[in-house]
């Protein structure tokens, strides 16, 4: 057996999700991930990176998913989450709901609501 550098050992993360999605061997198994807005809040104090107070005053739940390059970050504290945990793609949420309009209220008392959506 050699002990030979393979080309693959240092993969981007888009270099590994194609290898991945081609049925080649990347370097690693991609790996996904969603972080839920109060998590990250969470997670950014526990990690020093900020205080409840910051959290406060940015708003709790502020962070959603969509994370901005490195310098266009609202505040000074803040993290790009994926990076740090060395993500490899993120997840894209659309709203597929099959209607177009708004819900029309058909009937409404103290006890429940009903819409046609």
């Known amino acids: 057996m050699t002990d030979t550098m393979n080309s693959q050992d240092s993969m981007t993360p888009k270099e590994r999700v ?9 370097d690693r198994p991609p790996v996904a ?30 962070y959603d998913g ?6 266009d970050y609202r505040f000074p504290w803040e993290r790009d989450i994926y990076d740090y945990y060395e993500i490899d793609f993120r997840s894209i949420w659309a709203n597929v709901a099959p209607c177009l309009d708004d819900a029309v209220v058909l009937e409404e008392t103290p006890a429940h609501k009903i819409t046609r959506d």
């Open 18 to 26: 194609r290898a991945a999605l081609e049925h080649r061997s990347p």
């Open 66 to 71: 969509a994370v901005p390059a490195s310098d």
């Open 33 to 62: 991930e969603y972080f839920w807005p109060q998590w990250y809040d969470r997670w950014l104090v526990e990690k020093g990176f900020a205080t409840w107070d910051d959290i406060d005053k940015r708003g709790h739940g502020a």
